[in-house]
């Protein structure tokens, strides 16, 4: 399957007097990633191929396909034709809500919004469900070490330096950086966090989500 980065060769102006000079640089990789629940196909995906059961749990979670990460029973990450990733996702009792006249995606979602595809405008805005645990209360403090925190787990935004990253940060004595997921497109990242925690079982309302980017140079 395609890598998360690829090393591409570059043009560097390096001044007047010695012109362009020939390097490399990494750049993050896009795939198309389909999801499919129990044999039928739901969605396609742009996205960054890394942590793609993660990506599979949090998208299910966050299009409420399924109510926990406990009705998932099986995830196949497969390649699929061209540089394309098939996702195959089984659920206990084919439990996946993917009813087409729901929130069933028809269109290719780019890594841009996370709603393009969505069917009509009652899908893009559904309710949220409040998190009823108690609030969590930071000071500056906390907030500066998650962010650095954050900056430093950013592995392949190290490398490449045009990566989104999300976060999550826990508080107390016994708390910190839980777990980072990054991704070209934000809310792949935020999805991968999500299902990332919820394997972990790691519930949100004990701590905070961060997000993280950092621009090509």
């Known amino acids: ?24 640089r990494t750049v993050p990789e896009e795939a198309a ?4 629940y ?14 793609l059961e993660d990506f599979a749990v949090g998208f299910s979670l966050a299009e409420s396909l399924v109510a926990s990460a406990q009705d998932i029973t099986d995830i196949q990450v497969r390649p699929a034709v061209g540089d394309g990733i098939d996702v195959h996702i089984t659920t206990r009792g084919g439990a996946a809500d993917t009813d087409p006249g ?10 841009g919004c996370g ?3 969505v069917q009509c405008t009652q899908n893009a805005l559904r309710p949220v469900q409040w998190v009823r645990r108690p609030v969590a209360r930071w000071t500056a403090e906390t907030v500066a070490m998650a962010m ?7 592995q392949l935004n190290r490398q490449a330096r045009a990566l989104h990253a ?29 299902g990332a925690l919820a394997r972990q079982g790691v519930h949100g309302g ?6 993280g980017w950092e621009p090509a140079c």
Do not use: Y
């Not at 998360?4 to 012109?19: C, D, E, F, W």
């Not at 729901?102 to 780019?110: A, E, F, V, W």
């Not at 650095?148 to 950013?154: D, H, K, N, P």
């Open 1 to 24: 399957m395609k890598p998360a980065l690829t090393p591409v060769p570059r043009l560097h102006h390096a001044g007047a007097v010695a012109g362009l000079v020939a390097g490399q």
């Open 206 to 211: 004990g701590g905070a989500r961060q997000r």
């Open 115 to 117: 709603l393009c595809g």
């Open 102 to 111: 729901k929130h069933h995606h028809r269109l290719t979602g780019p890594s």
């Open 148 to 154: 650095q925190g954050l900056q430093g787990a950013q």
């Open 38 to 51: 129990n044999g039928r196909s739901h969605a396609v995906m742009m996205a960054t191929p890394a942590d």
């Open 166 to 194: 999300a976060g999550f940060w826990a508080p107390g004595p016994q708390g910190g950086l839980v777990a980072v997921r990054e991704d070209i497109g934000r809310h792949c990242a935020l999805d991968k966090l999500a």
């Open 33 to 36: 990633v389909a999801f499919h």
